[in-house]
């Protein structure tokens, strides 16, 4: 990626200030220089992109996602491994793309190959507080325990649920690619005082992760409400009238997914505050507190089955 000695100078600029104790606040100037290295961010695959197509197409078929498929050798190999892993224990397991999506459906391979691809996209070298295995931890926990509520609520199309908590912290990926430096000042911060990401973030008047989020998969023009997912996860988004209906219960699953991770310890997100769960993240799913610990035994027991997720992830 480019611009890698604007990048530096701009990591420069940041220990300078902080080693002069200068204020953390950020000027116009630094937020906007910020912003426009987004576009240092790769457009995505074609893949990707194609299979984001067939999602949004209501005349899409499994046809089309294994034709596509044909195209890309290693994203195949990927699936067939997720496809055989015991998450979703496959009986007799599967060798090619057609038996997967004759057991999986389109869906959720359509979702699979969307969530893949984008991980790929981002580095997977460890920045100095961030380790990207815990993190991969933190945003398959939070893709299973979506997955977990959408079945279980009946709400929202469980894949769709799964891809949006696997994407929620997208932004912090970017972060960790534009300027990791910052990104390894706000975890030490948020490490030592055992508080939230977001905090540290509208303190220092930054972008937060989430619009990082947004500003990137709606370049990458992502499903609009993967997009509000991603936007919206540390949101309690009930009275806000401008976010589309029929997305909210999504929103309001993986806001609940994330924080039952960071409760429960599932990986690392450089979030510190350790999950509290608060009235407004049950009520809008009608959810009671005594259901808690039946959905924290699911989400253990399905993260033991989720293992074959660490190798697709690189
Ligand atoms: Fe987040
Ligand atoms: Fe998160």
Redesign the pocket.
């Known amino acids: 990626m480019g611009n890698r000695a604007g990048r530096a100078g701009a990591a420069a600029k940041i220990t300078q200030e902080s080693s002069e104790g200068a204020s953390r606040r950020k000027t116009n100037a630094e937020y906007s220089d910020l912003l426009s290295k987004l576009q240092d961010i790769p457009t995505l695959p074609v893949v990707a992109m194609k299979v984001t197509e067939l999602i949004n197409d209501p005349a899409s078929s499994s046809a089309d996602i294994a034709k596509l498929l044909k195209r890309d050798q290693v994203l195949t190999a990927k699936i067939l491994r997720l496809a055989n892993s015991s998450y979703y224990a496959i009986p007799g397991g599967c060798v090619d793309v057609q038996r997967a999506l004759a057991f999986l459906g389109f869906n959720t391979l359509a979702q699979l190959v969307l969530g893949l691809s984008v991980f790929s996209l981002f580095s997977t070298i460890d920045g100095e507080e961030f380790s990207m295995l815990e993190f991969w931890k933190?945003?398959l926990g939070?893709a299973v325990c979506s997955e977990i509520l959408a079945k279980r609520l009946g709400l929202v199309k469980p894949e769709e649920a799964f891809t949006c908590g696997l994407l929620?912290?997208i932004g912090?990926l970017v972060l960790h690619e534009i300027d990791r430096e910052r990104l390894s000042e706000i975890v030490k911060e948020t490490k030592n005082r055992k508080c939230s990401f977001v905090e540290v973030e509208r303190e220092r008047e930054l972008p937060g992760h989430s619009y990082l989020g947004d500003v990137i998969a709606t370049k990458w023009g992502l499903p609009q409400v993967i997009r509000l997912a991603i936007r919206y996860?540390h949101f309690d988004v009930r009275g806000m009238d401008s976010i589309l209906a029929s997305a909210k219960p999504l929103i309001y699953i993986v806001r609940l997914a994330?924080t039952l991770?960071?409760k429960n310890d599932i990986g690392k997100?450089g979030?510190y505050s350790g999950g509290i769960v608060t009235e407004d993240m049950l009520e809008p799913l009608k959810l009671t507190r005594d259901k808690i610990p039946e959905i924290e035994a699911k989400l253990a027991e399905e993260m033991q089955k989720a293992g074959g997720f660490f190798d697709a992830w690189r």
């Open positions: 933190h945003a939070t929620h912290d912090k996860h994330n991770c960071l997100s979030d």
